[in-house]
């Protein structure tokens, strides 16, 4: 099927992620504002629009999005504010130049996770009335989807436990990572009980960090990417779904917004087998359980059998699939700006540029970013050359 034209990614940076306590919200954005314009060979004035993604909760200030507009160059220009996942801004912004009315557009996404409450501020996405008071959160109902996801399908925390070494490990290869780990299996099931059955290095740690990208229309990118000396790397497919906000109004393992946004994706890429013709993936993994369901909701396996996925080192960096070669979530991306960073990695790969992460002869790769309690919306890009 195929996109209706040719979308461009042209640019690329991140900060280095962890506890950032000496810098503001602006500075945060700015060192990444900086990075991607010179990563492209471009100035400030070269960008026509720019979407950026923060959201306030997180950043503990009202209107976050704010204090980045002199930042990203929107004064008395064109700017977009998305209080999502930064892989939704990306989105945003693809369809800005789809829709013919820009050429050339930057995505920046950044989030002071240190400056909130990690998991409390996520009570405030269920309803006020009948669920906020029950103290439901992104950890406690993560926990709700994990235990429902062993009894159905019959999965183990010593699996779960399995993601996170391997994404820890993984860590030691990105210089961006916050928290790089020789882990066991034994250390990760006797670590703090949170949330049963989630215990601490089960989850993301609290962190800060930003991430940038700047896109193109088909002939602007072959320009951008032709004075660095490159080819750009090409938006092959994408897709973006909304699953039911009450969580008694879905089955938690079956993760239905991801499948149909996969199915998207995959049909405007031209996918058929998603495990033979993608040679990485990136996907965010708020939770250890949660790399393995999001596995069988991409179509890399059948429903319950991403278990066997991790026990057979199909995941590792030297297997068939690659999954979270730069460390995932678990390493320390903050969410908000998580979705966007798996687009830049995966991107990196494409190039060839991936480093000490790198994967050998990557033609396309997959980026998934996710919000909303046990993955309400989940949103796909993949992309190649």
Not at 284 to 298: A, D, I, N, V, Y
């Amino acid at each position: 099927m195929g996109l209706p034209e040719k979308v461009g990614i042209v640019g690329l940076a991140q900060s280095k992620y962890g506890l950032i306590q000496n810098k503001t919200l602006p500075e945060l954005a700015y060192e990444v504002v900086l990075k991607v314009l010179d990563d492209a060979g471009l100035t400030i004035n070269d960008i026509e629009n720019t979407v950026s993604s923060s959201v306030d909760l997180w950043d503990g200030a009202t209107a976050s999005g704010a204090f980045l507009t002199e930042v990203v160059g929107g004064v008395m220009g064109s700017e977009t504010r998305v209080a999502d996942d930064g892989i939704l801004a990306a989105f945003h912004a693809a369809l800005n130049i789809l829709s013919g009315n820009f050429d050339v557009v930057m995505v920046v996404a950044h989030c002071l996770g240190s400056r909130g409450a990690h998991y409390d501020i996520t009570n405030w996405v269920f309803d006020p009335v009948y669920q906020q008071m029950l103290g439901l959160d992104y950890l406690s109902s993560a926990g709700l989807q994990a235990s429902w996801y062993m009894r159905k399908y019959g999965l183990t925390e010593e699996q779960f436990a399995k993601v996170s070494v391997k994404n820890h490990k993984n860590a030691f290869n990105n210089p961006y990572a916050y928290q790089p780990m020789n882990l066991s299996v034994g250390d990760v099931l006797n670590s703090e009980m949170l949330s049963y059955p989630i215990k601490s290095l089960d989850t993301t740690p609290v962190s800060d960090g930003a991430c940038a990208l700047i896109l193109a229309s088909e002939k602007r990118a072959k320009e951008i990417a032709g004075e660095k000396g490159r080819e750009p790397i090409w938006i092959k497919g994408l897709g973006n779904y909304y699953d039911s906000h009450y969580l008694g109004d879905r089955d938690l393992t079956e993760c239905s917004a991801l499948t149909l946004a996969a199915k998207k994706a995959y049909e405007l890429a031209g996918i058929h087998e998603p495990i033979k013709e993608i040679g990485v993936a990136e996907i965010s993994e708020p939770f250890s359980h949660q790399e393995l369901l999001w596995l069988e909701g991409l179509g890399f396996c059948e429903r319950g059998e991403a278990g066997k996925l991790i026990d057979e080192g199909v995941t590792e960096m030297s297997g068939a699939l690659p999954i979270n070669p730069s460390g995932g979530m678990l390493s320390g991306n903050p969410f908000i700006v998580a979705g966007l960073t798996r687009l830049v990695e995966a991107v990196e790969q494409c190039r060839g540029e991936a480093g000490d992460r790198q994967i050998s002869g990557v033609e396309t790769a997959l980026a998934h970013g996710t919000t909303g309690p046990c993955g309400q919306m989940h949103c796909i890009v993949i992309v190649g050359r």
